[in-house]
């Protein structure tokens, strides 16, 4: 325990504070079971070491702050340690890496721990973080009823230019885009040049662990999908290797064409899997992981059965590392608006034009000399132009749709 005090004390004073993304000040922290969920490198256990930072500061001996996937779990189970902290007057647990924990027994997983921690130490609260994939997991403690659930999507444009010093915008609604784009995007871009930044952004923005090491930017992306195929899906499904090559394989023919419209005999033909709805399950494990974004044209029905109309990759970065050579202008125009809008909004597919938000509002992406030829009998529809600084009228610039968050 001691040795868990001591790595738990280190890490928290060694924590940049200087920069906390959007979604740390919308966490209540007065709920006694919060969880914390996203994609692998975005940033989770920076957050939660941040808000134990800020905590130590005022009470070091009420706090700690756990990794799973620590040696010390091998043979010691959550709830003892949760035991031991609370006798000695611990209040505050922050618990990283959930879905890698050992389970002792087959039916007494995390999740049951923490069910248990929640009901018998009242006076304690916990805060863990897990990948994205665990909403794939069935685990044998209900904490629907106990737990509050918070998303951390990738760093949006906006908290880009925050994180770099450049300039710092408050949010702006999505009603706020749509009827006041062109004072909004008039009042930043006085500010700053926006567009070169966009660019980079679009590159190396996604990930707030660029400026650790840029030369291993690209590099960093792949190790994440890497362990996200290798360790994160098989840890939490019932897949076997020759399933996660197949999976790989998808990944790989998705990226070389992305949107990509599904052609699923040809695809299943491809890997060599006889019976559709083990593509479907592959399509849900590689969205639920944020590799990939199915978009339909019904919301309301079930993804795991339903024939998607296009596949893209997660993010632009992922399209920069994954297919650095086939870079489609349209593509990477589409994916940055798709990942900015449906962190908070739903979207889907339209008859017409490219997208349709919570529907109601319908959206043309392209260049700058997009017209609405496509969406002109269309009330409440919108073109975005790519490469404008400000917009006029229903003519909103792209870049804009990344200050939602």
């Not at 002109?376 to 404008?388: K, L, S, W």
């Amino acid at each position: 325990m001691q040795q868990l005090y001591e790595i738990s004390n280190q890490l928290i004073n060694n924590v940049n504070t200087g920069f906390k993304r959007s979604l740390f000040s919308k966490i209540d922290w007065q709920q006694r079971l919060i969880e914390i969920t996203g994609a692998r490198g975005v940033g989770k256990t920076t957050l939660m070491l941040q808000k134990a930072k800020e905590i130590f500061d005022q009470d070091p001996g009420g706090i700690i702050y756990l990794s799973l996937d620590d040696a010390y779990f091998f043979n010691n189970s959550l709830i003892e340690t949760a035991e031991q902290f609370h006798k000695y007057g611990g209040k505050f647990m922050f618990i990283d890496e959930v879905h890698k924990y050992p389970a002792k027994y087959k039916t007494y997983d995390w999740s049951a721990e923490l069910k248990n921690i929640y009901d018998r130490y009242p006076g304690l609260t916990v805060a863990y973080s897990g990948s994205s994939v665990i909403g794939l997991y069935k685990g044998h403690g209900d904490l629907s009823r106990r737990k509050t659930s918070y998303k951390l999507n990738g760093m949006s444009f906006r908290e880009y230019l925050e994180m770099n010093h450049t300039i710092t915008i408050p949010e702006v609604s999505l009603q706020d885009v749509l009827t006041k784009n062109p004072v909004i995007s008039a009042d930043i871009s006085d500010k700053i040049k926006i567009l070169p930044h966009f660019r980079n952004y679009l590159s190396t923005g996604y990930y707030p662990f660029y400026s650790e090491n840029p030369e291993q930017y690209e590099q960093r992306i792949k190790n994440i999908i890497n362990v996200i195929l290798e360790v994160d899906i098989p840890s939490i499904t019932d897949i076997n290797y020759d399933t996660t090559g197949k999976i790989k394989t998808m990944l790989a023919v998705l990226s070389t064409s992305v949107p990509y419209t599904p052609n699923l005999t040809r695809l299943s033909d491809s890997l060599q899997i006889g019976d559709i709805r083990t593509l479907y399950k592959y399509f849900y494990f590689l969205e639920k992981a944020e590799l990939i974004t199915l978009l339909n044209s019904n919301a309301k029905a079930n993804k795991l059965f339903q024939k998607p109309k296009k596949i893209y990759l997660n993010n632009t970065n992922l399209i920069n590392t994954i297919s650095p050579g086939k870079k489609e202008t349209g593509t990477i125009r589409e994916t940055f608006f798709l990942n900015q809008v449906h962190y908070l909004h739903e979207i889907n597919y339209p008859k017409k034009a490219d997208f349709i938000i919570n529907n109601q509002y319908t959206f043309e992406i392209g260049g700058r000399n997009k017209t609405r030829k496509q969406i002109r009998d269309i009330e409440e529809a919108f073109v975005v132009q790519d490469e404008i600084e400000i917009g006029f009228a229903n003519t909103i610039p792209l870049w804009l749709f990344g200050f939602l968050y």
